[in-house]
């Protein structure tokens, strides 16, 4: 008869567990358990001896799991997630009572557009919670999907997985940024007067790494969008167009005040629209997680100021 692996498990080495497999170091694993590094080295020799598997082995830049440890994470996640709500769930929403740590990935513009100020404010209600808020990469929708990151926010990307919720937040207009002293004086430009200047974009992991939208707009017209400068970084992008004749394409917008070096132009377009959905993503077993429902809230209240100040 197989071992009940059950029956004689403390359930607090399971957490212990999920933990060291989404950290991948003992380090970090007990300073989010708030215990000592020999506490959980402990445990996890406790974990070894209970599944008889190594779960993980050292390497030069942490630790890896075991493909045994690899699927039994894979189980256990769903499991612990529903024994979380099921828990939570009995207690009112009190952000101050917030303990742990979050992960939020913004898309660049919105990093360097509302990261410091969403920190801030999850900061002030909830000043014990630990926050990370990180750009946008190409496995940010694994980590949305395995529960490794909060949510997401980022122009909408279509075909992603059926079991991720993609929340559309509002809607954002693009805009170009140029130097103030640029040759280029109008308030709105189209494609025709655009086609001269060469362009700094940003690179927005799983949306326009191959090719950026300003390439595919001007397809539309018969031109040919000179792409000089790419960057994930917007501040890194600012400064190039600080400097250059590069037009910088966004969405809604980066300043929240007239800025002294930049100006915002208007775009207008004929066959193409102006406006882009800016969309959190977060799994679907989180669709009435409080926790979820207050950042994301959070999130629309700082893009809506900052898209109401920009417009006024």
């Known amino acids: 008869m197989a071992k009940d692996l059950y029956a004689n498990l403390d359930l607090n080495l399971l957490r212990t567990f999920i933990i060291i497999a989404q950290e991948q170091n003992l380090r970090k694993a007990s300073e989010r358990l708030f215990v000592t590094q020999p506490a959980v080295s402990h445990a996890l020799q406790r974990l070894r001896n209970h599944f ?3 779960l993980f082995i050292k390497t030069k830049h942490g630790l890896t799991a075991t493909p045994y440890a690899e699927d039994l994470y894979q189980h256990l996640m769903p499991a612990m997630d529903s024994l979380s709500k099921a828990l939570n769930n009995t207690q009112e929403f009190t952000p101050a009572e917030l303990d742990g740590k979050i992960r939020i990935a913004l898309a660049p513009q919105f990093l360097a557009s509302i990261g410091s100020e969403l920190f801030l404010k999850i900061h002030q209600a909830a000043p014990q919670l630990r926050v990370e808020i990180i750009n946008w990469s190409t496995t940010t929708l694994t980590d949305i999907h395995q529960g490794e990151t909060l949510l997401g926010i980022n122009y909408d990307i279509e075909n992603t997985s059926k079991e991720l919720v993609r929340k559309e937040l509002m809607k954002g207009e693009a805009l170009v940024f140029i130097r103030k002293d640029h040759p280029f004086s109008g308030q709105v430009i189209t494609p025709k007067d655009a086609v001269q200047y060469g362009f700094a974009c940003l690179i927005i992991p799983d949306r326009t790494e191959q090719m950026t939208d300003v390439e595919k707009i001007f397809a539309l017209y018969g031109l040919t969008a000179n792409i000089c400068f790419r960057s994930t970084s917007a501040q890194t992008v ?10 910088f394409p966004c969405v809604s917008d980066l300043f929240s005040y007239s800025h002294p070096d930049f100006r915002r132009i208007s775009v207008k377009l004929e066959h ?41």
């Open 52 to 54: 008889d598997d190594q």
């Open 238 to 247: 600012l400064e190039v167009v600080k400097e250059t004749d590069m037009l």
């Open 272 to 312: 193409y629209t102006t406006q882009y959905e800016l969309v959190a993503f977060y799994p679907n077993k989180n669709n009435k997680d409080p926790l979820t429902l207050w950042v994301m809230g959070l999130v629309s209240e700082l893009l809506t100021q900052r898209n109401s100040a920009a417009a006024s």
